[in-house]
């Protein structure tokens, strides 16, 4: 089952994987029990088998010069202690030949004669037998040599003995796997207890509550308090900047939206007709400039979430450089303006995101046109970074920008000349894009004296 299917649950998965454990413990436990069982009752009935079996063998004697038996009532009464079990014996003499018994009783293969007794089993017409041979010497002259006992029972009372102990002793293992089953249960339940709690208050809290979750002591559950505490931080900074970048952005539009408003407020009032066209000029400006602010507002909500959001793939930045340089030229094809374009390195793949990296790209070459002087020269390179990444620069022949106002020129909504429209956005897309690319952002002076801006992306992720 996997963690991400909706039913899963860890506490009935704790239980059923310790429940699995359990039985395979009582499955194992239940033959060791068999086992010593089985050889519990053997102990007892073949001691029994055995002292009657002696009880015989000594009943065994000489009588004119031939082995005799006197069958000793008492080896009978010995088996009577297993009243549901038959017996049978046999007893024959040094040369092998019945004197008493069952003739066709099986006998132990490979058996050598010895005081000791020898048990073993077998089968007697359709029956389980257990089997004890005793042997004793003669020494009489006429009758010397080995005399022999065997005493036969079947198994029904070691049967009996052996399911009463193996059942008790599996209902006390039974017994103490469940009540082991419980406690672990309970366990589970206490050890899942804190999860249970930081659930609850979160569950409890409005969206104004910004507290940390308390810490914990708890070596397991302390990881997971300190990675929501930090998340949280996450998302009210990310708030914090939304908050901030909306306030901006309203009062940006607004402000724009005023302008509009009171050219066209001048336009209806004007008296002279020949100056309805400077006016509608000016309103189509403002409009422009609504028009470019509203752009660049949708551009930097797009790379900031893109940012958050994107898997970064093997992108050909050779490529998507020649094809944003083609675009660029299209739409400024009616300028003075010289475009170049060069590439000095081997490999032209980098992990990156296509879409805010082009939108990076078309801002630093709308700014170099927007900035520079009428017969600018723009030129865009791709090189080889110290850090085995790539370097996307684009230099222009504008004014630049002082080394005491690069860092200005980076915040939203920064502009830092008056004598051209802007949005105050542009370096600022680009910013946020190197952010997500874990790149850098760098502002040089080009070697025609305007403004160098290089990208450098990180070749590791390649």
């Known amino acids: 089952m996997s963690t991400t299917e909706p039913d899963y649950s860890l506490r009935r998965r704790l239980l059923s994987r310790t429940a699995i454990l359990l039985l395979m413990v009582l499955l194992l436990l239940s033959a060791g029990v068999w086992h010593y069982a089985r050889q519990a009752a053997d102990f007892s009935y073949d001691r029994l088998l055995n002292s009657a079996s002696l009880s015989i063998i000594e009943g065994v004697f000489v009588r004119n010069g031939q082995p005799d038996l006197d069958l000793p009532y008492a080896a009978m009464e010995m088996m009577q202690l297993a009243p549901s079990d038959k017996v049978f014996y046999r007893v024959t003499d040094q040369a092998g030949a019945l004197i008493t018994g069952y003739p066709d009783l099986p006998q132990p293969p490979n058996f050598e004669p010895s005081h000791e007794p020898h048990f073993y089993n077998g089968d007697y017409n359709g029956d389980a037998l257990r089997l004890v041979m005793q042997s004793k010497r003669l020494t009489e002259a006429g009758a010397s040599g080995w005399v ?271 004598a051209k429209e802007g949005s105050g956005l542009g370096l600022a897309i680009v910013q946020a894009v190197m952010q997500a690319h874990d790149g850098e952002l760098i502002i040089e002076s080009s070697p025609a004296n305007g403004l160098r801006v290089r990208l450098r992306l990180a070749g590791q992720r390649a």
């Open 148 to 418: 022999h006992v065997t005493l036969a029972q079947t198994r029904n009372a070691r049967q009996e003995l052996l399911a009463d102990m193996l059942y008790k002793a599996l209902l006390t293992l039974a017994g103490i796997m469940l009540l082991t089953l419980a406690i672990v249960w309970l366990g589970i339940n206490r050890a899942l207890q804190p999860l249970s709690l930081i659930s609850r208050t979160l569950q409890l809290r409005t969206p104004s509550d910004t507290r940390r979750l308390s810490a914990t002591p708890i070596q397991e559950i302390a990881p997971l308090v300190e990675a929501i505490n930090s998340y949280q931080q996450q998302l009210l900074q990310n708030l914090d900047t939304m908050k901030m970048f909306i306030a901006d952005a309203s009062h940006q539009i607004r402000t724009a939206l005023s302008a509009t408003q009171a050219q066209l407020d001048i336009a209806t009032q004007v008296a002279d007709p020949a100056t309805l066209p400077h006016r509608l000029e000016k309103i189509r400006q403002e409009h422009v400039r609504l028009t470019r602010l509203t752009n660049q507002l949708l551009a930097h909500a797009m790379v900031v979430h893109r940012g958050d959001t994107q898997h970064l793939e093997p992108v050909d930045i050779d490529t998507l450089l020649k094809q944003v340089l083609t675009e660029c030229v299209r739409d400024h094809a009616h300028l003075d303006i010289e475009f170049g374009y060069h590439c000095s390195c081997d490999t032209r793949v980098c992990a990156a995101d296509r879409v805010s990296l082009r939108e990076a790209i078309r801002n630093l070459l709308d700014n170099a046109v927007r900035y520079g002087p009428d017969n600018n020269q723009i030129s865009l390179t791709l090189a080889t970074a110290p850090n085995a990444g790539l370097d996307i620069i684009v230099d222009d022949s504008g004014p630049g920008i002082p080394p005491h106002l690069r860092r200005q020129a980076l915040q939203r909504f920064s502009r830092l000349t008056a």
